[in-house]
């Protein structure tokens, strides 16, 4: 709570300020009205009303009228204005939060991202609700206790009657708000998973397969089948509350009418005044009125604390993987990179994916790592980024271990094309550019490593050249002569290559690390950037993952990876000679191509004749 509200009054000071000014005369009015009626019944029922004290009197009244007919919407205003700056406030401090998650384990544990997820929703907006129940439980009490001591006045016994009405509401409601939290918590992986459906009915990736295979219906059937999961809980939770609400309330109602016919008795044995009748029919209401304003927003303020548990929960995790205070420096490679005995899974409830892996990337050479899927190929590539940390053995940079290091000043000595890279909705400029934050705006640096990738062709007779958008998403902004054109969308090899022109942008990196960089080109294509990506290798340290091994024969070094071992490794010529895995697959891929050439050939022959 302390927190929340410290983070409201950080956001927006002037506002927040203002906001319980306004709040402070709004609690005023209600008492101040009060008295005024009853000021102006006792003079009237007086018999010999004073003019002027009766005109000050309305005046009075009608004051307090305007301010209660306008008060609200300036509050409301000032309200939504402070929860937008803490919104923003809120949501920055939590992204900067999960960017301080170095690697990627955390993005992957299904129970924090639904944490990220209730953060997300909650985290913005509990600072502000919790300020506005603050200071509505603020205003409640300003406004019970004036009625309070009004019917005090006039009867003590009904005040602790209809305050000693209100308290097992109050507990009640805690008890309740409690009870929601912890389900909306349970229900969060329904929800994640409706999410995902409702995601994938309208993914523009996912519509061929969803028409083609006519699994729409299917789809949308398990959407609707969390949402009905989802709600039988959320109604179950309101029917609780449903019931011990008519409890409570009709306890509260029972009082109220008792002081309502103990009023009504004495005006009829003329113990009580007319005003003093208005006054404490006022009172008994307004008492109520704020009991029960108050317990709705402490249940609002509880509630929101429960949920900006998660918020919190999110901002003070424990670094996904440690990095020293003091951390080593990452120099320019000199040596090499080398694993020693890495042993890695994804989790302990995960089989291993790297068993006792030992090898070499000298400084200076291209380095090839060929296997089966699920080799363990690209986790060595990630664990090289120091995405995750081995569970056993160690990584070292030059002799030093990765986890001495600083991730972020690592990763600035790696470029890399990833299997699974990005196709960001962007220009087809940043996404390049991206690459390489300091060349983001440098359209010449921009462009040599387009050229270099082998994409600036299709760039260039893109309607807009590097300035297109490539997304389908995102609708280009509106031609100069009005026309509204849709972003782009390019082929997979294309997409390819501008992930390729990304990690060149990087320039002369320490290690160039390239999982699969042309597994969706055309031959022609996979030609070219094999032989630029020779050049570029030439005399520096890379790492080369394909499946096709007539792109890494003329690596200095092929690791030939089997069931997260390394099974064999040794140059080209040296594996054939093994007459191992390697020998086997290079055969393989050799002869399907011959085979190729051969059924080609005969159907020239029979074309010819
Ligand atoms: N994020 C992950 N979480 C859990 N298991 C994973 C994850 N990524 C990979 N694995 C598992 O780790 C093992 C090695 O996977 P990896 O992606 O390294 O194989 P690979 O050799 O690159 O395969 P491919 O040739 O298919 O790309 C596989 O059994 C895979 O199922």
Known sequence: MVTALGLAWRASRRLTAAFAALSMLMAALPVTI????????????????????????????????????????????????????????????????????????????????DRIRMAQQYGGATPGMVVSAALGGARTILTGAGFLVSLVTINPWMAVLVVGAAAPSLAAELWLSRRRAAMLWGIGPVERREFFFGELLVNVRAAKELRLFGIGAHLRGLMNAQRRAANAERSRTDRRELGVQAVTGTTAALAAGGGLLWVLVSAANGTGGVGDVALFVAAVAGVQAAVSGLVAELVTAHQQVLLFGHYLAVLDAEPDLPVPARPRRAGPLRRGIELNDVWFRYSPGHPWALRGVSLTIPYGTAVALVGRNGAGKSTVVKLLCRM??????????????????????????????????????????????????????????????????????????????????????????????????????????????????????RGERDLLILDEPSSGLDAEAEHEIHQGLREHRRGRTSVLISHRLGAVRDADHIVVLDGGRVAEQGTHAGLLARDGIYARLFTLQAEGYRQREDRDANDRLSEAR
């Not at 003079?43 to 005046?59: F, Q």
Request: aromatic residues 8%; glycine residues 12%.
């Open 34 to 113: 009060a008295w005024c009626t009853k000021l102006v019944l006792d003079e009237i029922a007086d018999g010999r009303p004073e003019v002027g004290a009766t005109a000050v009197l309305g005046a009075a009244l009608a004051g307090c009228g305007v301010l209660t007919a306008l008060g609200p919407q300036v509050v409301q205003y000032v309200r939504d204005e402070s929860g937008r700056m803490v919104g923003l406030v809120a949501q920055d401090r939590l992204f900067r939060a999960t960017e301080g998650f170095v690697g990627l384990a955390r993005f992957e544990d299904p129970a924090f991202l």
């Open 388 to 505: 995750y940390d081995p569970e056993r053995g160690s990584i070292r940079w030059d002799g030093v271990d990765l986890r001495e290091m600083d991730p972020v000043e690592l990763r600035a000595r790696i470029g890399a094309v990833f299997q699974d890279y990005m196709e960001y909705d962007m220009t087809a400029a940043e996404n390049i550019g991206l690459g390489d934050l300091a060349a983001l705006d440098d359209r010449g640096r921009i462009e040599a490593a387009a050229r270099r990738a082998g994409a600036h062709g299709a760039v260039s007779g893109l309607p807009r050249g590097y300035d297109t958008m490539l997304s389908r998403v995102f609708a280009e902004p509106p031609d100069d002569d009005g026309g509204a054109a849709t972003g782009v969308h390019l082929s997979g090899g294309q997409w390819q290559r501008l992930a390729l022109a990304r990690a060149y942008l």
